[in-house]
């Protein structure tokens, strides 16, 4: 077996996390794996949904979109459209849900954090990408909120990062790209907390079904994946 990228099954492309990339968020990064690139912000605003009112509890939500040329054919907005599709509420809901793990929403106070999630350029693993720069976005906003004393203390964080593995011509691969992503027998998607925790594990076999065998030989892969993904997120936050 030979990945079109030539790396190993194991390998994962080239991860970077620029913080501090846009000037008006709270927390904001421009994350690449290889060749996906997305821009993560996050915005602090006062007040809760109406269902937390007077709980004094905090929450973060998601939204996530890809811009029209993204991908290698021009799309149209959605906006445009006047509705989002069903893959996009999907990915959203995802990482609003893995964002919620990250930090106790008590500690929020009646705050929201407004996670957007935004595709520049589309190569495989969007929401896997989204989900790890949105992170490291998400702690520089409390850093903000603890600076402006929103909070009274730097909450305890959670690190969350996620990666995508499945089975390319036979054998488990690591961080899937495009060509490999809309080839691959089985797609799986790994979001994991920093204590080794599974918050959500998304597989579907696309041909033949996989084994119990080969679906933890992913996950071990997966494991390799975010460990490195853990990494790099607190070698970024410990940069200025």
């Not at 964002?99 to 896997?128: H, M």
């Not at 909120?145 to 691969?173: D, H, T, W």
Request: hydrophobic share 40%; with cysteine; glycine share 10%.
């Amino acid at each position: 077996m030979k990945r079109p990228s030539g790396r190993e099954a194991h390998q994962m492309r080239q991860v970077t996390l620029t913080r501090h990339y846009t000037k008006h968020a709270e927390g904001s990064v421009l994350v690449e794996f290889g060749d996906t690139k997305v821009i993560c912000t996050v915005s602090v605003e006062a007040g809760v949904p109406r269902f937390l009112r007077g709980s004094g509890q905090g929450w973060i939500t998601a939204e996530y979109g890809m811009l029209p040329r993204s991908t290698g054919g021009r799309m149209q907005r959605e906006a445009s459209r006047g509705k989002q599709g069903g893959r996009t509420l999907e990915i959203q809901r995802l990482i609003g849900r893995s964002l919620r793990a990250a930090v106790d929403l008590k500690s929020l106070g009646e705050n929201t954090l407004y996670i957007d999630c935004d595709v520049i350029q589309a190569d495989g693993g969007t929401r896997t990408a989204s989900i790890t720069g949105a992170c490291v976005a998400l702690v520089d906003a409390l850093r903000v909120m603890k600076q402006r004393g929103a909070l009274k203390k730097m909450p305890a964080v959670q690190m969350i990062a996620a990666v995508s593995v499945g089975i390319y011509q036979g054998e488990p691969v690591l961080d899937l790209d495009y060509l490999e992503d809309s080839a691959a027998d089985t797609d799986l998607n790994v979001v994991v907390t920093d204590k080794g925790g599974f918050i959500e594990v998304q597989g579907t076999a696309e041909a033949a079904p996989f084994s119990a065998e080969e679906l933890n030989a992913m996950l071990a892969l997966a494991k390799q994946g975010v460990d490195q993904l853990f990494a790099l997120q607190l070698a970024a936050l410990e940069t200025e």
